[in-house]
């Protein structure tokens, strides 16, 4: 099934699991581009896309070290099938988020 969503519009917006647990915010896409449109692969979700994004990773691992912080942001790649957009306003995963892997 063919769905067209203005992705622009979903950065940003909470995600919430199969149970209502929420799992992060939309930060990125990873998209396939083909003649006339392009196919979002999969989703980045999580605090850590944003730092990723903006490279910041040089300064939050310092930081993180110094605070003692062992765990940094949860990142997750979401595939685009696991991603529920009927209600593109409030976008839900198809799995729990204990079924989710980390992204690379």
């Known amino acids: 099934m063919t769905m067209e969503v203005n992705v622009e519009l979903l950065l940003g917006t909470k995600?919430?699991?199969?149970?209502?647990?929420?799992?992060g915010?939309?930060?990125?896409?990873?998209?396939?581009?083909e003649?006339?449109?392009?196919?979002?692969?999969?989703?980045?979700?999580?605090?850590?896309?944003v730092i990723d994004r903006l490279s910041a990773w040089t300064l939050v691992r310092p930081i993180a070290r110094f605070l003692g912080v062992h765990k940094l942001y949860a990142l997750?790649?979401?595939a685009w099938n696991d991603m529920d957009l009927s209600d593109p306003r409030h976008p839900r995963l198809r799995i729990a988020k204990r079924?989710?892997?980390?992204a690379k």
């Open 99 to 102: 079924d989710l892997r980390h």
């Open 15 to 23: 995600v919430r699991d199969v149970d209502g647990i929420v799992v």
């Open 35 to 49: 003649e006339n449109a392009c196919l979002v692969e999969a989703f980045l979700i999580g605090a850590s896309a």
């Open 25 to 33: 915010r939309i930060e990125e896409f990873r998209v396939e581009r």
């Open 76 to 78: 997750y790649q979401v």
